[in-house]
């Protein structure tokens, strides 16, 4: 596949032996790192959150040493020269960055102009400008929209421009920064698919970190790198690596069709091209296997994943929460506004864990943003506890309903956890006492009880997660609302983060997940809402929408590979195959703890 | 989403297409020309030449009612203020004194001290709606860009143009910190005692803040990894040519400025004088 290396040829990045110290830290980063990429290759590099991944990227495009500094050994060649030793413009010529949070890349008024701005600061003339633009905004798809300002555009369009803003200096290597963590799996597979063409049609070098790898995968990858506290754990094809089980063993989802065949007892192997479930090479044993584990599994046991689970029997109570012909239009400009959400039907049962599904821009926020009273709506009712929520105060709704923001930053005020606890508690006047109480409740509840007298800027992000969770959950609403929860974590922060939410859940509350996580939906829900362009399509059990290939692409959800397999093997319905799954998961979870 | 008090208008106009260059010319045209000139004629006609433009714009006085409102509280308590402190500045300047109205002590009304404080408001009225519009009218970016162009360092420039950008993120920003503050029954609003708003609005500042940081840190690592800063000067991708309107309206902004300087000459004086 590399068929641009000749053999003999000087690789495009070296690093021997290289450590990196930030200078604010007390051990090394990276320990000891030989990676080589030659011309033309296309490689993840894959590892869990703090495993040095942000760190070896910065090694390579020179952040390291020119913006970030400590102490490094070892040496780092990145096409033939040591990105200590020339300015970082001098690097950048070679690598091409696109950072992970494209809205801040965003430099430019238009498109266009954004793309030109490297060449603007290189002060290419004004006339040969458009010819190379042109160019670079084709070669990443972005070419309709040259004149569109940036909030014109969605966030997969803003990564294409991003990546335009790079090629435009004719870079060799294209290096990016977990380029899927804000894009919904659509417009991530789109991605995906964008970069497998620059690859093979223009023979770029690219170099990907990601955890989420499945949808790397979507595409073929040379190699796969695998990082663990700071250091490669293995580096090799990707046959290898999924055959291997070290994925797991470091913190990173493997595809769903290779953990369902280990599962069955039919491991993937090397040689048989695992990456998609809808190419892999499967013998007919592995076949037979799965049938089998799936025939085996009693219904029960495969059954939906929280029914068993609800604390309250449902229909005892009135609904939690409901909304009724729901219509919301959001103003984008004097006189001008949009639908967000339109026609609206829906209810969450109390003690129900339920998912709101879609992609990005579908309205799941909105809707979430209206029952909470950060938006208004212009038609129709919302009923909270079946009573009518018109004329409420946001912190009368906040009262019965806890919203916690997909960005912990944007809760976080105060110093230290127990007083950002208590805030809320404070500003309603409870007494000190009963303050006392309850956070002590919550932090026992939310497992930060060894933090509770920590500065808040010590904790990590799925802790400072835990923290806001924390708040909410003090003021003892009836239902938790929470915005994409586990965006940006890997697998073992994302398992245990969710446990800890089904432990909430099963204590009484009343939980919604906003995401577009499609597994997310089918671990730990029974019941989901899809929305796409502020409709509801759909009312359903996850499975259901996820076997679905025609929902699933209406909601611009990605189905996973589970289905693929399922068809493969001859599985009529695929939903069992699923729930066979992710019963085996549950189980395997359990037993660890 | 409220709508800021004062800031771009996003609804096309004559007056969105022109080049923010030669807005900003005029603008500083009108500017300049009331400053230097105290001619109630050339007030009146620059005045009536800013509500024209005004209306020609589309935008509304509803759009920038906040500032309309506040300039026009201030420009009467102006008022109110020279005839209370100086009632016979007019008969000062003019050296005549025609009394229209006896009032107590010395605050009599003359028509000179009449005719003064006309000039006085139609200095208001001349400049203010030219200003507005000029913001009114002009995408952030390109006012920017219209400084570099009258030769402010493009760093500086660049500062400018994406602080203005950003302002509209760190606006919603700050409505969904505040709104979850609230919810967890954080009160900013007027219900509240005000040692607890601002208790309040200070738990909503502080993620603000630091969320700016963070913000600031990731552009300026974007911008220096495609070599911004790099040389001493840059090129523009984007140099919005100046049209035949554009020329017309920097001529009328040098008209404006030269008219009051030669009326200078031909009142002999900063005020034209109609009670001689």
Known sequence: MSAAAAPGEEPLITLRGYSFQYRAQAEPTLHDIDLEVRRGEKVAIVGASGSGKSTLLRALNGMIPHHHRGTATGTVRVGGRDPAEVPLVETARVVGTVLQDSNSQ??????????????????????????????????????????????????????????????????????????????????????????????????????????????????????????????????????????????????????????????????????????RAADIELTDGQVEAVRDWVASTPPAAADGPTAADGPAVPGALPPALEVEDLRVEIPVGPERSTVALDGIDARVRAGEMLGVLGSNGAGKSTLARVVCGFERATDGRVRIGGADADGWSLAERGE??????????????????????????????????????????????????????????????????????????????????????????????YSEFMEFLRGVHRAGTTVVLITHDMHLALEYTDRVLVLSGGHLLADEHPAAVLTDPELSARADLVTTGLFDLARRCGIADPQQLVRCVIAADRREREEAR | MSSPVLGYVDRAGP????????????????????????????????????????????????????????????????????????????????????????????????????????????????????????????????????????????????????????????????????????????????????????RNLASVLMPLLLGTFDRIESVSAAMELRGFGRGRRRTWLVRTPLRAPDLVLIALAAVLVALPIVLLGVNDGRFWNPFD
């Open chain 1, 106 to 275: 965003f430099v430019g008024l238009s498109v266009a102009e954004d793309i030109a701005f490297s060449l603007e600061n290189q002060q290419v003339p004004t006339a040969r400008m458009p010819g190379r633009i042109a160019r670079a905004a084709r070669l990443a798809g972005i070419e309709d929209h040259l004149e569109d300002s940036p909030h014109d555009l969605s966030g997969g369009q803003k990564q294409r421009v991003a990546v335009a803003g790079v090629l435009v200096d004719e870079v060799e290597v294209l290096l990016l920064d977990e380029p899927l963590a804000n894009l919904d799996p659509a417009a991530g597979r789109a991605m995906v698919e964008l970069l497998d063409a620059l690859h093979r049609e223009e023979g770029t070098t690219v170099l990907i970190v990601e955890h989420r790898l499945e949808d790397v995968l979507h595409r073929d990858v040379d190699r796969i790198v695998l990082l663990a506290e700071g250091r490669i754990v293995a580096d090799a094809p990707p046959g290898e690596i999924l055959a291997s089980g070290l994925l797991e063993r470091h913190g990173i989802r493997p595809p769903l069709h290779v953990a369902a065949l280990r599962r069955a007892g039919a491991p993937v192997t090397a040689d048989q091209h695992p990456s």
């Open chain 1, 400 to 493: 019965r309903i806890g919203f916690v923001l997909q960005e912990p930053s944007q809760m976080l005020s105060q110093p230290h956890v127990l007083d950002e606890i208590a805030l809320g508690l404070r500003a309603r006047g409870l007494p000190e006492e009963e303050i006392a109480r309850r956070s002590e409740e919550v932090l026992e509840v939310c497992g930060l009880r060894p933090f509770r007298t920590w500065p808040l800027s010590a904790l990590s992000h799925g802790q400072r997660k835990r923290v806001t969770i924390a708040a909410v959950l003090a003021l003892e609403p009836e239902v938790l609302l929470l915005d994409e929860p586990t965006a940006g974590q890997d697998l073992a922060h």
């Open chain 2, 15 to 198: 007056l969105h297409r022109l080049s923010g260059v030669s807005k900003l010319a005029l603008a500083l045209g009108v500017v300049i020309g009331a400053m230097i000139g105290f001619d109630v004629r050339y007030l009146a006609a620059v005045s009536l030449l800013s509500l024209v433009l005004w209306s020609l714009s589309r935008v509304r006085v509803r759009d920038l009612a906040v500032v309309l409102w506040l300039v026009a509280i201030f420009a009467t308590l102006n008022n109110i203020g020279i005839f209370l402190f100086a009632p016979g500045y007019g008969t000062e300047l003019f050296g005549t004194r025609h009394v229209l109205l006896d009032g107590p002590w010395r605050w009599n009304v003359t028509a000179e001290q009449l005719f003064y404080q006309l000039a006085v408001s139609l200095k208001y009225l001349a400049v203010l709606p030219s200003v507005l519009l000029f913001v009114a009218t002009t995408r952030p970016p390109e006012f920017a860009s219209s400084l570099a162009r009258i030769g402010v360092p493009y760093r500086i420039a660049y500062a400018v143009s994406l602080a203005l950008r950003y302002i509209p993120d760190v606006q919603r920003e700050f409505r969904t910190i505040s709104q979850a503050q609230q919810a967890r029954g954080l009160d900013t609003s007027r219900a509240a005692s005000l040692t607890a708003r601002v």
